[in-house]
T-cell receptor, first 110, second 112 residues
Framework: GENVEQHPSTLSVQEGDSAVIKCTYSDSASNYFPWYKQELGKGPQLIIDIRSNVGEKKDQRIAVTLNKTAKHFSLHITETQPEDSAVYFC?????????WGAGTKLIIKP | DGGITQSPKYLFRKEGQNVTLSCEQNLNHDAMYWYRQDPGQGLRLIYY???????QKGDIAEGYSVSREKKESFPLTVTSAQKNPTAFYLC???????????FGPGTRLTVT
């Protein structure tokens, strides 16, 4: 079946450094690529999303890039802060159904 | 305040019992979803509903059932046929397909 691979599973960075999380998807019909942040014991929250007609999107310290040819998309967080510590999920899909990556636990070291 | 509520936050049941998880939204969204989350895994779609009185199976619908009698409510029943029901269950809603999904706080179900 269709799947989304997400790497790394855990990422530890020094506060102030950048973090990059990568996802690869298999369904070439996917045209919507959101990123969600989940804090412990809570539901995920959308932090940024991109659609297939756009290659890059930025929102303050967060950016997402999409390479449809290679079926890759990545999340970039610059100037990381302690409150960025959480689990991040990528997803890919079209219409109502999203396929989710397994998640990346981001640890910000003081 | 607009949002999605799920109740209860924690639920304990004995094996062989059916259990219903509540999900209510006041965002006036047409679409609603139920996901299951297991440790170290991504979210897996159980059921979704595009509109009242209509719903479709997701990837792991076996052992679950839903209803959508009202726009704001989408309860999930975990039946005794679900072989491994212990998990964290998340409900979400969206205004449209390929739109932001808003999640509730989740219900952690433990079956022993």
């Amino acid at each position: 079946g269709e799947n989304v691979e997400q790497h790394p599973s855990t990422l530890s960075v020094q506060e102030g450094d950048s973090a990059v999380i990568k996802c690869t998807y298999s369904d070439s019909a996917s045209n919507y690529f959101p990123w969600y942040k989940q804090e412990l014991g809570k539901g995920p929250q959308l932090i940024i999303d991109i659609r297939s007609n756009v290659g890059e999107k930025k929102d303050q310290r967060i950016a997402v890039t999409l390479n449809k040819t290679a079926k890759h998309f990545s999340l970039h967080i610059t100037e990381t802060q302690p409150e960025d510590s959480a689990v991040y999920f990528c997803a890919a899909g079209s219409n109502y159904q999203l396929i989710w990556g397994a998640g990346t636990k981001l640890i910000i070291k003081p | 305040d607009g949002g999605i509520t799920q109740s209860p936050k924690y639920l304990f049941r004995k094996e062989g019992q059916n259990v219903t998880l509540s999900c209510e939204q006041n965002l006036n969204h047409d679409a609603m979803y139920w996901y299951r989350q297991d440790p170290g895994q991504g979210l897996r779609l159980i059921y979704y509903s595009q509109i009242v009185n209509d719903f479709q199976k997701g990837d792991i619908a076996e052992g679950y059932s839903v209803s959508r009698e009202k726009k704001e409510s989408f309860p999930l029943t975990v039946t005794s046929a679900q072989k491994n029901p212990t998990a964290f269950y998340l409900c979400a809603s969206s205004e449209a397909p390929r739109g932001e999904q808003y999640f509730g706080p989740g219900t952690r179900l433990t079956v022993t």
